[in-house]
Each structure stands twice: as structure tokens, then as C-alpha cells.
């Protein structure tokens, strides 16, 4: 089933999908779900999560532009943080697997600082991704996102 509540979104953006390995299913299938909204922009995977996801698509028939980075374990976690630092990452969606310790837990923590940091939108379940995806507020021309500001707060 294909998510047809999607808003006709206008603005093509560039989405990262990282998936530890317990929730590349749940992954896939979101990403299955919003296949119409996904094939219209470029998205940028870590390595496992790309190649099932570019299958996935396949199968159903489904064009869409993807780009794999290592995998996480391996540094693609990285390679998308520094995407962020640089601006070239709209949007992030990162199943993370909260019952399992991971190796490489120093690039996870690293990719969601950068995105705290840098005002990267990042869903960490599939509500929360389907929240933002959904969002008028990508095609409000008028709509700016403030950037964060590093102050104390004073009365």
C-alpha cells in the first residue's frame, strides 16, 4: 500500500535514510509506503539501507535516485553527517536501534549532534518521519527556519 495522504510537495529536497540493522525492515516498508513522496527526491542511504531500499523500489517499480555512502560501521554515518555540515541534507530520517549496543556509537551521536546543531529536521521513528515528510511548511516560500542560537539566557 502506497501512502496517498501525501501533500503535492513541490520543493525536491535531499532526505539521508540510515537504518540500524533490527529496523532496516521497518525501514524498507515505510519507505515502500511512501514511495510516490520518496521517488521525488534524491536520497542518500548508508550502505545496507540504500541497496535494500533501491531493491525494494525495484520490485514495485519504482524509479528513484539514490546515492550509498558506506555503511554506518564503516563510516556512512559520518559521510552523512558531513552532508549536513554542508548543507546538502534536508531532511533526516535515522531508525536507530535502541535495544542493541552498536560499535560504532561515537558516528551515531556525531550524525544527530550535527543535525541538533546545523537545523536538520531528523525523525528517529516512523511517526515522527511521517510527520515531516508531510509538512506544508517545505513549500512555504515565506517560511524560514530560524537558525539556532547558542546563548545563555539572561531576564
Not at 56 to 70: P, Q, R, S, W, Y
Not at 103 to 108: M, T
Request: contains cysteine; negative net charge; glycine residues 4%.
Amino acid at each position: 500500500m502506497i501512502n496517498e495522504n501525501i501533500s503535492n510537495m513541490n520543493k525536491q529536497l535531499t532526505i539521508a535514510l540510515v537504518a540500524h540493522d533490527n529496523r532496516k525492515a521497518d525501514m524498507v516498508e515505510w519507505a515502500v509506503f511512501n514511495a510516490d513522496m520518496l521517488s521525488r527526491h534524491k536520497l542518500i542511504c548508508t550502505g545496507t539501507t540504500g541497496g535494500l531500499i533501491e531493491q525494494a523500489f525495484k520490485d514495485k517499480g519504482v524509479e528513484v535516485d539514490i546515492t550509498c555512502m558506506n555503511s554506518g560501521p564503516l563510516g556512512g554515518d559520518a559521510e552523512i553527517a558531513a552532508l549536513v555540515v554542508r548543507k546538502q541534507i534536508n531532511l533526516a530520517v535515522f531508525l536507530i536501534d535502541d535495544l542493541s549496543a552498536q560499535p560504532h556509537e561515537a558516528d551515531i551521536q556525531m550524525l544527530l549532534r550535527q543535525c541538533r546543531i546545523h537545523n536538520v529536521p531528523i525523525a528517529c521513528n516512523r511517526y515522527s518521519a511521517d510527520l515531516m515528510i508531510t509538512s506544508s511548511l517545505w513549500d512555504k516560500i515565506d517560511y524560514l527556519p530560524s537558525e539556532p542560537r547558542y546563548i545563555k539566557f539572561t531576564r
